[in-house]
């Protein structure tokens, strides 16, 4: 069974530029996550999509982050425009729905100089 | 805001000791579930316990929950130095289905 899959796997870019991270979950799974790890620290959610809705969101900075997931299959997470603090890992997961064990992707780690 | 935090922080032992780690909560919880982080990877999932369960087993690892005192733990037995890495407890807050993590164990099992 393919996992969820991320891309890029890397992404340096200056700040105030614009950057989008994509994720493909596992076939069948109805919820996706992103979430966000700064060096050191635990994942923090970003957002929850059921299907193509969004289910939780309250965590997004919503100024500069927009997600969407228009067909309920893949994902696009957008920076725009990037600070230094944005600088992580964003993980994307995906559960079957109604379940708590998420499956997360290796992630895209972020560095904004 | 973090609804579990584990303890310790950070964790180095010699490989074949036991390794604990302790997460801490905050909210009543449907389940918990622990993951494994290794350096520059994705989470893992381990094992997810249920608030009306006490104690689950997994190959090596055993976890607890107390739901009295908000409180679990995992064990590895026999560590190895694959063990190496970081482990997270998730707990889901009120009954939302969605993991929240605490700040994460490291472990180092030294060869």
Same mark, same amino acid.
């Given at each position: 069974?393919?996992?969820?899959?991320?891309?890029?796997?890397?992404?340096?870019?200056?700040?105030?530029?614009?950057?989008? %991270?994509?994720?493909?979950?596992?076939?069948?799974?109805?919820?996706?996550?992103?979430? =966000?790890?700064?060096?050191?620290?635990?994942?923090?959610?970003?957002?929850?999509? =059921?299907?193509?809705?969004?289910?939780?969101?309250?965590?997004?900075?919503?100024?500069? %982050?927009?997600?969407?997931?228009?067909?309920?299959?893949?994902? @696009?997470?957008?920076?725009?425009?990037?600070?230094?603090?944005?600088?992580?890992?964003?993980?994307?997961?995906?559960?079957? =729905?109604?379940? @708590?064990?998420?499956?997360?992707?290796?992630? @895209?780690?972020?560095?904004?100089? | 805001?973090?609804?579990?935090?584990?303890?310790?922080?950070?964790?180095? +032992?010699?490989?074949?000791?036991?390794?604990?780690?302790?997460?801490?909560?905050?909210?009543? +919880?449907?389940?918990?579930?622990?993951?494994?982080?290794?350096?520059?990877?994705?989470?893992?999932?381990?094992?997810? +316990?249920?608030?009306?369960?006490?104690?689950?087993?997994?190959? !090596?690892?055993?976890?607890?929950?107390?739901?009295?005192?908000?409180?679990?733990?995992?064990? +590895?037995?026999?560590?190895?130095?694959?063990?190496?890495?970081?482990?997270?407890?998730?707990?889901?807050?009120?009954?939302?289905?969605?993991?929240?993590?605490? !700040?994460?164990?490291?472990?180092?099992?030294?060869?």
């Amino acid at each position: 069974e393919a996992g969820v899959a991320q891309s890029p796997r890397y992404k340096i870019i200056e700040k105030r530029q614009s950057v989008a %991270f994509w994720c493909n979950p596992i076939s069948g799974h109805a919820t996706l996550y992103w979430y =966000q790890q700064i060096l050191g620290q635990g994942p923090k959610l970003l957002i929850q999509f =059921q299907n193509n809705g969004v289910v939780d969101d309250s965590q997004l900075p919503k100024d500069r %982050f927009s997600a969407e997931r228009l067909k309920g299959v893949d994902s @696009t997470l957008k920076i725009q425009p990037a600070k230094l603090e944005d600088s992580a890992v964003y993980l994307c997961a995906s559960s079957l =729905q109604g379940a @708590t064990e998420a499956f997360f992707g290796q992630g @895209t780690r972020l560095t904004v100089v | 805001s973090q609804q579990g935090e584990e303890d310790p922080q950070a964790l180095s +032992i010699q490989e074949g000791e036991n390794a604990t780690m302790n997460c801490s909560y905050k909210t009543s +919880i449907n389940n918990l579930q622990w993951y494994r982080q290794n350096s520059g990877r994705g989470l893992v999932h381990l094992i997810l +316990i249920r608030s009306n369960e006490r104690e689950k087993h997994s190959g !090596r690892l055993r976890v607890t929950l107390d739901t009295s005192k908000k409180s679990s733990s995992l064990l +590895i037995t026999a560590s190895r130095a694959a063990d190496t890495a970081s482990y997270f407890c998730a707990t889901d807050v009120g009954g939302s289905y969605i993991p929240t993590f605490g !700040r994460g164990t490291s472990l180092i099992v030294h060869p």
